[in-house]
């Protein structure tokens, strides 16, 4: 009987140490919800070139409530085309020539309140311009 008693004992402790570690894991979320919300991300961005032409599509998933900012910049800091989008849409779709760029390294750049992302193409002129995504 005694030795029933010494193994079960560890087995009891190893138990109550477990559950509690899970409530307190699951409280914590309770009262901190603002916590997982900080790890979602505000939108996610995608560049597509079209096949066969010099244009660009940038596609956004965002969340509805994110105001979102686009610029697209030069290598030199030089603004070539800015947009705040206030739609309550989760996607945000828009297609740009690059036909009256020069050759150079070019920069998307968006903007949320919570987060910043940027996305960075290379145009190159041989007999016709060559525009790729990096």
Known sequence: MKISNTLILPCVLALALSLSSFT?????????????????????????????TNK?????????????????????GKVYYSETNDDKQSKY????????????????ELYSKKQTLIKEIRIQSASEKLVSLL
């Not at 919800?33 to 079209?50: H, I």
């Not at 956004?60 to 994110?66: M, P, Q, T």
Request: no cysteine; proline share 3%; charged share 35%.
């Open 56 to 76: 660009v599509k940038l596609l956004v998933d965002r969340n509805v409530d994110a105001r979102l900012r686009i610029l697209l910049t030069g290598k030199d």
């Open 93 to 108: 779709r828009r297609q740009f020539d690059m036909n009256d760029l020069t050759d150079g390294v070019y920069y998307f």
């Open 24 to 52: 307190s894991g699951t409280s914590d979320k309770k009262e901190h919800p603002q916590k997982e919300e900080t790890t979602k991300k505000a939108f996610d961005a995608y560049l597509v070139k079209v096949p066969n």
